[in-house]
């Protein structure tokens, strides 16, 4: 990955770029939508102009917590002109649920309201605009999405100088 553009990530096998909000109704329309596989997956801002950012995000709680961080933190961690703004991994759980249940996972975390086990990632609940983001995701074989998502963030680093806005770590 050079440029973590939309046409990039469908060159390199993403599928989805579906809002958040669309993420229930798509599985529960039976046809999958979101696999139950280990992969990668990318959370997508359709702009790259600078966010505005709010003081209390749209997430629910993370062990009985709300995380919002201060909007001069959130400043200082944006990544000028990069439309992805989170990288991450799902593994093939006990429950088989991959791919789908991770995404879903970090969907509720962007529900007021809700709690959800997901604190990867929480700020992007901070953009005004959160709602337009867009989650995509790629199916690889089990016990390579680490090695995968290891290697996007690393060239993600590479091309802007630091994480993804959203990420915490490097893994």
Do not use: C
């Not at 390199?12 to 280990?38: C, H, L, M, T």
């Not at 005004?128 to 680490?146: G, N, P, Q, S």
Request: charged letters at 25%; proline letters at 6%.
């Amino acid at each position: 990955m050079k440029t973590f553009t939309v046409v990039e990530l469908m060159g390199a096998g993403f599928d989805g770029f579906v809002p958040f909000a669309n993420i229930k109704q798509e599985y529960s329309q039976g046809d999958g939508g979101i696999p139950r596989s280990p992969g990668v997956y990318v959370v997508v801002r359709p702009s790259t102009d600078p966010p505005e950012f709010l003081a209390k995000g749209f997430g629910g709680t993370h062990k009985a917590r709300k995380a919002n961080a201060p909007v001069a933190e959130l400043e200082a961690k944006w990544v000028p002109g990069a439309s992805v703004v989170y990288i991450g991994k799902a593994s093939q759980r006990t429950k088989l649920d991959g791919l789908w249940g991770r995404i879903d996972e970090y969907a509720k975390a962007g529900r007021p309201g809700m709690t959800h086990n997901h604190s990867g990632g929480e700020h992007i609940w901070q953009l005004a605009d959160a709602r337009d983001l867009r989650v995509a995701w790629k199916v690889v074989a089990d016990r390579t999405e680490k090695k995968l998502e290891e290697a996007m963030i690393s060239a993600f680093v590479e091309r802007y100088g630091r994480l993804p806005f959203g990420n915490r770590s490097s893994t």
